[in-house]
């Protein structure tokens, strides 16, 4: 199956450049390309993209306003966000993790890195590197000026178990390395997993990691 991408950058030679570069992959396709954010949002409507490529920088609707407009649409469920950014260590991709990208990207990334996010993203696993994705949420909770109180009742509907596997997801462990650091199978994990996701209102194991932190159950170092 094709993954389909639209890409989000008020730069016409990024896009130029990340259209020729998905284009060349055998089952990735780019469906549209977007200036601004309120362009992104309407074209991820009108294109069912699966992966939306999102720099956050852009003039008018920036990519973290558009990234809330599409993981808010009910219509649009089934749309990631993939976040570009030139700095991969800063409050605005955390900002863009809460509001519901699947992920982060620095612009420096290798072409092969590029093309295998997207494919990690489309399939709902998100994160493309869940160690880095857990340092930049430690270090920005650990700012005295943007930490949140934690909200430990929040995962009050979890399971012993949910909570147990939550706490691995956050630690930036995949499936399988906890199911053999848990004694169970990857499926009973992954079954965990998206009973947590659907309890705690995430779309993916992005918003997993963010909620593990404010939460409170997991601490920033």
């Not at 998905?22 to 409507?45: F, Q, S």
């Not at 493309?128 to 430990?152: G, N, V």
């Not at 659907?198 to 194991?205: F, I, P, Y």
Request: no cysteine; net charge neutral.
């Amino acid at each position: 199956m094709t993954v389909r991408v639209l890409l989000a950058d008020d730069q016409s030679l990024m896009r130029a450049g990340f259209t020729v570069l998905i284009n060349a992959a055998p089952d990735l396709e780019v469906v549209g390309e977007a200036r601004d954010g309120l362009e992104a949002v309407a074209l991820a409507r009108k294109t069912r993209a699966d992966v939306v490529l999102m720099d956050i920088r852009m003039p008018g609707t920036d990519g973290l306003a558009a990234t809330k407009m599409i993981t808010e649409d009910e219509d649009l469920a089934g749309v990631r966000v993939l976040i570009l950014t030139t700095f991969e260590i800063d409050e605005y991709v955390f900002r863009a993790l809460r509001a519901g990208a699947s992920g982060f990207l620095g612009k420096g990334a290798e072409p092969v890195e590029l093309l295998e996010a997207i494919r990690v993203v489309s399939r709902g696993d998100a994160l493309l590197s869940p160690t880095a994705t857990r340092t930049l949420i430690a270090r920005f909770l650990a700012q005295p000026d943007h930490a949140e109180p934690p909200s430990p009742e929040r995962l009050a509907v979890l399971t012993d178990r949910e909570r147990e596997v939550l706490v691995q997801v956050a630690t930036g462990l995949t499936n399988d390395e906890i199911a053999r650091r848990l004694v169970v199978s990857p499926a009973t994990v992954k079954t965990h997993v998206n009973r947590a996701m659907v309890k705690l209102g995430a779309r993916d194991r992005a918003q997993l990691v963010v909620i593990a932190y404010q939460s409170g159950l997991v601490r920033a170092r």
